[in-house]
């Protein structure tokens, strides 16, 4: 699977599943643009992949910070061939206890940074008659849980974003897929377990082995290498026919 000179926009890259992908995508040929809110990190995180790739200052909830940035792409390499829409964040909560702006943080970071960055790139992709456009999901975008209710809305909302842009991207030969891992052993799922134990009312090894892995057939955390090679298989597919779809990739939680 090869991604030889092609142009890949990977926001959130910097850390975690982002810079995976990232750092997949360059060791198959790619040349990397990292897009972060933090762009010391995104410049470190390009740095460490090596020459030729390059961080770009992006906000993906601020619709001209996304124009600049994937104007400043054009500028330097003259075309897109990949978009990674990976930024987001968790904020675990029950429903009343939700604030609006936290529900608004958290679903205009996934999901009108996915739709920004979308309506940002598709143009320059069908002026060249190709690209691919792979949303993050997660096996919540197919179900919930509890205490999640505006990460699961908007992981929700990009599937309906991907099988819209698939339909409108087809003639143009773009094509979008979303990747729906399980859970992945980062800071951000770190940082939920005690935070469901103490609302779940039970120890943070239930809420690891119960809540997280209890639906799993192995009872492993999917692995940020999982989520990269299935967005280098989903990259690097030859055709429409693989489009508007959802992968998971969960070690079983869920099988469709």
């Not at 990674?84 to 936290?102: C, L, M, P, T």
């Not at 992981?155 to 099988?163: I, S």
Request: glycine content about 10%; charged content about 20%.
């Amino acid at each position: 699977m090869e991604l030889t000179d092609r142009i890949c926009i990977v926001t959130g890259g910097a850390s975690g599943i982002g810079f995976e992908i990232a750092r997949t995508f360059a060791q198959a040929g790619g040349k990397v643009v990292i897009a972060d809110i933090n762009v010391d990190a995104a410049n470190d995180a390009a740095r460490a992949l090596g020459e030729g790739h390059t961080g770009v200052d992006m906000d993906v909830t601020d619709e001209a910070a996304v124009q600049r940035g994937v104007e400043k792409v054009i500028a330097e390499h003259g075309r897109i061939d990949v978009l990674v829409s990976n930024a987001g964040i968790q904020i675990v909560k029950r429903v009343e206890e939700f604030s609006y702006a936290d529900w608004r943080k958290v679903v205009a970071i996934h999901l009108d940074g996915g739709f920004l960055t979308s309506k940002a790139v598709l143009p320059h992709m069908y002026a060249r008659g190709s690209g691919t456009i792979l949303y993050v999901g997660s096996v919540h975008s197919q179900e919930a849980s509890a205490l999640k209710a505006p990460y699961v809305s908007a992981k929700h909302g990009l599937m309906g974003l991907a099988r819209t842009i698939a339909k409108e991207g087809g003639p143009h030969g773009v094509r979008t897929n979303v990747i729906c891992p399980g859970f992945v052993r980062t800071p951000l799922v770190d940082k939920q377990i005690p935070e469901q134990a103490k609302d779940l009312g039970i120890s943070e090894e239930e809420v690891v082995n119960e809540v997280m892995l209890g639906e799993t057939v192995d009872k492993e955390f999917t692995t940020v290498e999982d989520v990269a090679h299935t967005a280098l298989f989903l990259a690097t597919f030859p055709s429409n026919a693989l489009t508007g779809q959802s992968i998971v990739v969960s070690h079983g939680w869920r099988m469709d």
